[in-house]
């Protein structure tokens, strides 16, 4: 499941009454949306009503909702994220970046900060938690097997172009520059 079928399911309820915690916590590493208040504006409160981001007919498999389209143009109007006012033609590979490399970020911001021990931790965890898969070997491997050097320099891209929820954090900039793996102890975690 996707996260706007996610969405659809657990209502849209939930996203709202999040909002504003998530924002306090996160501050600039939070991306706000309203794209949330658009749907529910439009009528939409997902499978609870039949209509979101999916179409929900009982007993049939959702459908992608092509009317939903009209909620994304009016939320591109509003959102300004788009360069030069146009909108961008992404990749499939720019799609799965642009969604896990601030999570890689935000697993940097983890590890820098002690929260977890190793980071396989985090990989663990990402595989039973949020269905990471696993043939991937977990977040943080897999951001391994793409480079600290690679996921820093479009993040710092995308932050000089969208904003500052794309900017590296500085455990991510320090392994970038100096080729250890994200994965690596840091010297705190060696022991004697």
């Known amino acids: 499941m996707g996260p706007f079928q996610l969405q659809d399911v657990a209502g849209y309820g939930v996203a709202l009454a999040v909002k504003g915690i998530y924002a306090d916590a996160f501050g600039d590493r939070n991306l706000d949306s309203?794209?949330?208040?658009?749907?529910?504006?439009?009528?939409r409160q997902g499978k609870m009503n039949g209509k979101g981001y999916y179409i929900y007919e009982?007993?049939?498999?959702?459908?992608?909702?092509?009317?939903?389209?009209?909620?994304?143009e009016e939320y591109r109007k509003h959102a300004k994220a788009m360069p030069g006012g146009k909108p961008v033609t992404l990749t499939d590979q720019d799609i799965v970046e642009m969604i896990f490399f601030p999570v890689a970020?935000?697993?940097?911001?983890v590890m820098d900060e002690s929260v977890v021990i190793r980071a396989s931790d985090l990989d663990i965890a990402s595989v039973l938690g949020m269905g990471f898969p696993k043939f991937r070997?977990?977040?943080?491997?897999?951001?391994?097997?793409?480079?600290?050097?690679?996921?820093?320099?479009?993040?710092?891209?995308?932050?000089?172009?969208?904003?500052?929820?794309?900017?590296?954090?500085?455990?991510l900039e320090q392994r970038a520059?100096?080729?250890v793996p994200?994965?690596?102890?840091?010297?705190?975690q060696q022991g004697p």
């Open 105 to 109: 970020n935000e697993a940097c911001r």
């Open 137 to 171: 070997g977990g977040l943080v491997f897999w951001a391994d097997t793409v480079g600290a050097p690679y996921i820093y320099s479009k993040l710092s891209k995308w932050a000089e172009v969208y904003g500052p929820y794309f900017k590296p954090s500085p455990y």
């Open 182 to 188: 994200l994965s690596a102890p840091s010297t705190s």
């Open 177 to 179: 520059k100096s080729g």
């Open 58 to 72: 009982k007993g049939g498999k959702p459908k992608p909702d092509p009317s939903v389209q009209n909620v994304i």
């Open 34 to 43: 309203n794209l949330v208040e658009l749907m529910v504006k439009d009528g």
